[in-house]
């Protein structure tokens, strides 16, 4: 199954989400080890290589016996990275309609990283969000933990929800302070929320790189409508997923302008992530999931 052709009637067809994000994990793995990156460790099994002077009293040698290099056993509080999946649930996230793109994608992506923290015996926390902080589950990495996961990420896809807006800076702030423990946290929203005062998303995600967390944004956007505004030029009616809020326009009448605000926010955006050290990953749902996986294990294997 290619990365590139998902949608909610292959996840129906191949029956559950965990069996179709195992699918997903094992074909990106294979991938990468037939492309360039075929060094790059997606492993990260209980050892690590020897560093020269450090204690020898952890080498494996078992281990080397069998293939005559020095590796160093790690135990499982040095080892277990802590993440935190942050999912915006808001009724913008369920654009465009006809398959709920942005939440099909983001529902996917966040099923793919809980299967290989898993398979990495990493802890995982799903936190789902729009106004307000809708579902939280403890960080654990056991298989009921990670199924549990599985299936809130699946009843996600089951049905449209009511109106309900986003509220982005408000739920980083709570999760900035309820995380303890350095930690991972991982977002995937459409950032919509309140972009005429931009200040409070950055002073939210400031506050995570405040209380040392790493933070991976994942941008999640129809960038074809979202970004360049490709309609053709005849009548819509533009509804308001998150306030119901109707206008009717030709498209030719207000791109350029709509182009001019979305670009300069984006821009914003990813400029202050530059400032604040936050991996700003642009997460097109027409792109598929390989960039989603490789920046999360670039980012993972900056942190051991």
């Not at 939440?103 to 099923?111: D, E, G, H, I, N």
């Not at 995570?208 to 360049?228: A, G, P, Q, S, Y």
């Amino acid at each position: 199954m290619s990365s590139r052709q998902l949608d909610l009637a292959k996840v129906r067809e191949f029956g559950n989400l965990e069996f179709l994000a195992k699918q997903l994990v094992e074909g990106f793995i294979t991938g990468l080890h037939k492309s360039p990156f075929h060094g790059f460790s997606v492993e990260f099994a209980e050892h690590q290589l020897y560093n020269t002077g450090e204690s020898t009293r952890n080498i494996d040698w078992k281990v080397f016996a069998k293939s005559d290099r020095l590796y160093v056993k790690r135990y499982e509080e040095e080892t277990n990275l802590r993440c935190h999946i942050l999912l915006d649930t808001s009724s913008s996230m369920y654009y465009p309609e006809e398959n709920n793109g942005k939440m099909t994608f983001s529902v996917m992506a966040a099923a793919s990283l809980t299967y290989l923290l898993q398979r990495q015996k990493d802890a995982v926390s799903l936190c789902t969000f729009s106004e307000n902080i809708e579902i939280q589950t403890a960080v654990k990495s056991t298989p009921s933990h990670v199924h549990k996961i599985m299936l809130e990420l699946e009843n996600l896809l089951q049905s449209r929800r009511p109106l309900l807006k986003t509220s982005v800076s408000d739920v980083l702030h709570q999760i900035a302070e309820k995380i303890h423990k350095r930690s991972l946290v991982v977002i995937f929203s459409d950032m919509f929320d309140n972009l005429e005062n931009s200040d409070k998303i950055f002073s939210a995600l400031q506050h995570l790189r405040h209380n040392l967390h790493e933070v991976l944004l994942f941008h999640v956007t129809d960038r074809k409508t979202e970004e360049n505004f490709s309609f053709e030029n005849r009548p819509y009616e533009f509804i308001d997923l998150e306030t119901g809020e109707k206008i009717k326009v030709q498209p030719d009448q207000v791109r350029d302008s709509y182009k001019e605000f979305v670009g300069n926010f984006y821009q914003q955006l990813k400029l202050k992530c530059g400032q604040y050290k936050i991996d700003f990953i642009e997460a097109d749902i027409a792109k598929g999931f390989d960039p989603i996986l490789m920046a999360y294990l670039v980012k993972h294997s900056k942190m051991r």
